[in-house]
């Protein structure tokens, strides 16, 4: 095994970083669903690639910033991300229960997108992917730095909103203990279908995001799940900053592992990790 330079090493953590913030910007909506709210929204994945999609219509079709396309983006996620709560609390569905219903989602929404745009990868050609900075002999590309900055302004808005409000303070304490939460006036319905609708946003964030960096195909959603759950696990259930975190801790080892061995090694080291962190703390997940 022949050791890459220093050059390479380096230029592999910073991409591992912004791999990372992607991981923890996908995750950051799902980990406060499933830690909030109770609910596996496996349909958070097919949100993010709806506003991927979205984003890549608008901007080659509608000649529309990328960046503002989530003006119209973000509350459409959140009103579907509300609409699929509503379903949720309608039928009073346990956890488990949540995830089949989610995944059918899932599911219907790849049709959805394969029906109006076809399984054909696409790649949004904007003006963001030709801008680089240097860093000496590093470079630094636009679209990674916007999903960076995009990621840690999001995880740190939501953790704000959690440790410094009435809503946020209301939120963990209907997670802690419902019914003692609902006997001091909190309205746990209408905080619901705030939190339901905020965390599908953050998947329209997530998608602007992936459709700058990557191309982008229905099926290729299934391939972000593992990786990004094993961020919101390793991260924290509920936790703000956990899924950054760990995204860049994932982002940073997957990097570091093709840079030194084979890219083929690289998805065994978030579930390793994963593994190694439930075995070393078992209560973690409670």
């Given at each position: 095994?022949?050791?890459?330079?220093?050059?390479?090493?380096?230029?592999?953590?910073?991409?591992?970083?912004?791999?990372?913030?992607?991981?923890?910007?996908?995750?950051?909506?799902l980990g406060l669903s499933w830690g909030l709210l109770?609910?596996?929204?496996?349909?958070?994945?097919?949100?993010?690639?709806?506003?991927?999609?979205?984003?890549?219509?608008?901007?080659?079709?509608?000649?529309?910033?990328?960046?503002?396309?989530?003006?119209?983006?973000?509350?459409?996620?959140?009103?579907?991300?509300?609409?699929?709560?509503?379903?949720?609390?309608?039928?009073?569905?346990?956890?488990?229960?949540?995830?089949?219903?989610?995944?059918?989602?899932?599911?219907?929404?790849?049709?959805?997108?394969?029906?109006?745009?076809?399984?054909?990868?696409?790649?949004?050609?904007?003006?963001?992917?030709?801008?680089?900075?240097?860093?000496?002999?590093?470079?630094?590309?636009?679209?990674?730095?916007?999903?960076?900055?995009?990621?840690?302004?999001?995880?740190?808005?939501?953790?704000?909103?959690?440790?410094?409000?009435?809503?946020?303070?209301?939120?963990?304490?209907?997670?802690?203990?419902?019914?003692?939460?609902?006997?001091?006036?909190?309205?746990?319905?209408?905080?619901?279908?705030?939190?339901?609708?905020?965390?599908?946003?953050?998947?329209?964030?997530?998608?602007?995001?992936?459709?700058?960096?990557?191309?982008?195909?229905?099926?290729?959603?299934?391939?972000?799940?593992?990786?990004?759950?094993?961020?919101?696990?390793?991260?924290?259930?509920?936790?703000?900053?956990?899924?950054?975190?760990?995204?860049?801790?994932?982002?940073?080892?997957e990097a570091v592992t093709m840079a030194v061995t084979?890219?083929?090694?690289?998805?065994?080291?978030?579930?390793?990790?994963?593994?190694?962190?439930l075995l070393a703390r078992p209560g973690r997940m409670?």
């Amino acid at each position: 095994m022949t050791l890459p330079s220093w050059t390479l090493l380096a230029q592999s953590v910073l991409s591992g970083v912004f791999a990372g913030a992607l991981y923890g910007l996908l995750g950051l909506g799902l980990g406060l669903s499933w830690g909030l709210l109770r609910t596996i929204n496996l349909a958070h994945f097919g949100f993010a690639f709806l506003s991927a999609y979205l984003c890549w219509q608008l901007s080659v079709v509608g000649r529309i910033d990328p960046l503002l396309t989530l003006v119209l983006i973000s509350p459409l996620m959140f009103a579907l991300g509300a609409g699929l709560h509503g379903l949720t609390e309608r039928f009073k569905l346990t956890p488990f229960n949540s995830l089949l219903l989610t995944f059918g989602c899932l599911g219907i929404l790849e049709s959805l997108m394969q029906a109006v745009w076809t399984a054909d990868p696409r790649k949004l050609e904007s003006h963001y992917a030709a801008l680089k900075f240097r860093l000496g002999p590093l470079y630094l590309p636009v679209p990674e730095l916007l999903t960076l900055a995009l990621a840690i302004a999001t995880s740190f808005g939501a953790w704000a909103l959690l440790r410094h409000t009435d809503l946020g303070k209301a939120l963990r304490a209907s997670a802690e203990d419902a019914p003692v939460a609902a006997a001091f006036g909190v309205n746990q319905r209408r905080n619901g279908f705030l939190l339901a609708g905020t965390c599908a946003a953050l998947a329209g964030v997530a998608g602007v995001c992936i459709a700058l960096s990557t191309s982008i195909s229905p099926s290729q959603m299934y391939a972000w799940i593992g990786v990004v759950f094993a961020a919101v696990m390793l991260g924290g259930l509920g936790s703000a900053l956990g899924p950054l975190l760990a995204g860049v801790v994932i982002g940073v080892s997957e990097a570091v592992t093709m840079a030194v061995t084979a890219p083929s090694w690289a998805p065994l080291v978030s579930f390793t990790l994963l593994i190694l962190i439930l075995l070393a703390r078992p209560g973690r997940m409670r």
